[in-house]
């Protein structure tokens, strides 16, 4: 039996905790009077919102942005045993897309988006829960992906054309310089990191484009693999092999030619060409779950994907809204929001199951054994993700 917590968001916008032991229990209020111990600012009775939980690395506190009817978004940690919950920074006129803490757990990520006068622009900032009211900008541009790499910030940041795009390596805490990586950005997402100091990515470099792996503060980089398209990279989580697939078509058409990278040789072993939209690896680092879309149902399917290219079918859905819009960006959200259990046995999805298992029931946030078995519906969820599995 899975021992991870999951936080989910229900219909209503509200954030719950479902414990170890099954019990659900609400972690926000429906309006802005709630007790809230930190406030940068004071609160009016409203209703509000909540979006993304984020769980903290040690599993004590959870993120989210706090969304008031006709106010400013604002980022909400709260600690999960219910003792306290601080607004640590009001986003202004900003929309609010993502949260991500880092691995010590004394910073978060935020990237949120604004209007200027030459169209949306993505921000990144850093906060500390500690410390209220105070935002630490790292960079803005568009597109904008990111992962955490130790305590600094390692980013894919767009410019106005693929000249002016970069890869840098920010420190937050203005202990060190920002680094520039070598080549141009390719069409990707998130840069990978393999430890503190090495991280792979897609950029032109030396006349082509190539899956590249690079020491920070080092000019030249290794080349590991030629590409042609939109890549997808998704590290294993014992960081030894990190799963690749390429869109030939780029953005809107489906990945293809899913391989693995072994890190330490450089070797490319190719698993299979299932078109998918994403694909995800169990934590402990054996197969991958890839899910794809069938265009002729219109609905989505979830398989389980060996090493060795046998594929187990597992189920079929249409996802709700948020579900979807962390499918769109599997390779960002996969790295904080967690849908696959600690013990690599169960898989969270929210939305309508299809097929014997779904049918008569209600849309909402379903537990799929990855061996096949029958699927459980645990609440009424929108979008939910796995905690840290316990200590002890």
């Known amino acids: 039996m899975s021992r991870n917590p999951i936080a989910y968001v229900c219909p209503k916008r509200q954030i719950y905790v479902i414990n170890t032991e099954g019990l659900a229990t609400p972690q926000t209020s429906a309006t802005t009077d709630a007790l809230v111990w930190g406030s940068w600012a004071p609160g009016s009775s409203h209703r509000v919102g909540h979006s993304w939980p984020t769980w903290s690395p040690d599993g004590t506190q959870i993120a989210c942005f706090r969304i008031p009817q006709g106010g400013a978004p604002r980022v909400l940690v709260m600690e999960t045993n219910g003792i306290s919950s601080s607004e640590v920074?009001?986003?202004?006129p900003r929309l609010p897309?993502?949260?991500y803490w880092s691995p010590n757990g004394s910073q978060i990520a935020v990237l949120s988006q604004s209007?200027?006068?030459e169209g949306d622009k993505l921000s990144l900032s850093t906060i500390r829960p500690s410390q209220?009211?105070?935002?630490?900008?790292?960079a803005e541009g568009t597109p904008l992906f990111f992962t955490w790499s130790g305590e600094r910030v390692a980013a894919y940041i767009g410019g106005s054309d693929a000249q002016s795009s970069r890869l840098s390596v920010s420190d937050p805490n203005g202990h060190s310089a920002t680094e520039i990586l070598p080549g141009i950005p390719g069409n990707f997402c998130a840069p990978v990191s393999i430890n503190d100091t090495d991280l792979v990515y897609v950029a032109a470099y030396n006349g082509s484009t190539q899956v590249?792996?690079?020491?920070?503060?080092?000019?030249?980089p290794q080349a590991i693999h030629p590409v042609n398209g939109l890549v997808g990279l998704v590290s294993s989580p014992d960081k030894k092999r990190i799963a690749m697939a390429v869109a030939p078509g780029g953005d809107g058409t489906a990945y293809r030619n899913l391989s693995v990278l072994d890190v330490a040789s450089g070797r490319v072993q190719h698993i299979v060409d299932l078109p998918c939209l994403g694909f995800f690896w169990t934590p402990d680092s054996t197969r991958l779950v890839v899910v794809s879309v069938d265009t002729h149902r219109n609905l989505m399917t979830w398989s389980?994907?060996?090493l060795n290219g046998d594929i187990d079918p597992i189920t079929e859905m249409v996802p709700t809204r948020d579900f979807g819009f962390y499918l769109r960006f599997f390779e960002q959200y996969s790295q904080s929001h967690p849908i696959i259990s600690h013990d690599s046995k169960h898989l969270l999805v929210s939305g309508e199951l299809f097929g014997e298992h779904?049918?008569?029931?209600?849309a909402g946030t379903w537990k799929i054994p990855l061996n096949g078995a029958r699927p459980t519906r645990i609440c009424d969820g929108v979008?939910?993700?796995y905690g840290p599995s316990p200590i002890g």
């Open 304 to 306: 389980v994907v060996h």
């Open 212 to 220: 590249l792996r690079t020491t920070v503060g080092s000019s030249v």
């Open 383 to 385: 979008f939910a993700v």
């Open 132 to 138: 209220l009211g105070q935002e630490r900008p790292v």
């Open 97 to 99: 897309i993502y949260l």
């Open 358 to 362: 779904g049918q008569g029931q209600k």
């Open 115 to 117: 209007m200027d006068n």
């Open 89 to 92: 920074v009001d986003l202004g």
